[in-house]
């Protein structure tokens, strides 16, 4: 083997898995580390014969096997977490536990050895605020805790806190790299996880596509495969250290034009209607009106630029979804 040796934490989930694969195929070894939770064995069993794919089936939270497996690794990417609005707002309390302190578990020991840490960190963190394109600088705007959809946001800005001042003050060489709504293949079908797998689920089932407000809210759908290229970017660039970087495709797209565009891109002859907030998650909720990167500082210091067009990405994804959602 002429590569490295990697952990992914949450390695069989969706990012993660698409993760793995990349790494292996540039010739490195990995072990995932996953309660499987979310991820989902579909997601690696086309590696389980790899001779440099090791799964382990375990928590974030547990710290001697955590302590065990990075004392393997040249480094760590850490993307295991509990995500998507709708599991966060129906179990804040497990999302906060196992985002901070697992976090804090990999981060604590992977600074034992100086371990380089990419940390998966997300958009979320923007919150409410209107200052679109958002840069990595800005001043986020999250709004009251009365709103559980924040503690996401406000985890993951915890975590970014703890992975910088770990950098700062133990050396520890961790960068944060910031989601901007990933999609594609191997997306959760349950669509928890993104409002694209829900809306080509629906229009797959012949059911109407629920656009949740207005649907003049936007964000910057991402490929997956551009999602995992910047994270890799952010690994092997060791000046990346102690900054985070936008991962995303500036491209806005509103969820009226995505209902649109998934209903013809399906062929389905169905309704887009509109269902309140209120409905959708409770009457404790707030949404994000705008999500938009500015990507300056990953293309500059990270050499990185989403390549994959939303509609050839969307191609990709419903194809995948017509062969797999069933599985
Ligand atoms: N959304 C929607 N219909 C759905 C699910 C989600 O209109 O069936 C909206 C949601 O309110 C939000 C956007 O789609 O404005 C993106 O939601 P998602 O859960 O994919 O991720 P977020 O970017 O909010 O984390």
Known sequence: MNGQHFLVTGGAGFIGSHLVDALLEAGHAVTVLDDLSVGKPQNFAHNLTHPYFHFVQGSILDKTLVTQLVAQVDGIYHLA??????????????GMQVNVRGTETILETACARRCRVVLASSSEIYGKSAGVPFAEEDVTVIG?????????????LLDEHLAFAYYRQEELPATAVRYFNAFGPRLDPRGYGSVIARFINQALDGQALTVYGDGQQTRAFTFVADTVRGTIAAMETPKSAGQAFNIGNPREITMNELAAQIRESVGADVDIVHVPYAQAYGTAFEDTPRRLPNVTRAAEILGFRATTSFEEGLRQTILWFKEHRDA
Do not use: H
């Open 144 to 156: 009251p805790t009365s709103v559980p959809r924040w503690s996401y946001a406000v985890s993951k």
């Open 81 to 94: 977490a509990v995500v998507g609005v709708k599991y966060v707002v129906e179990d804040p309390l497990r």
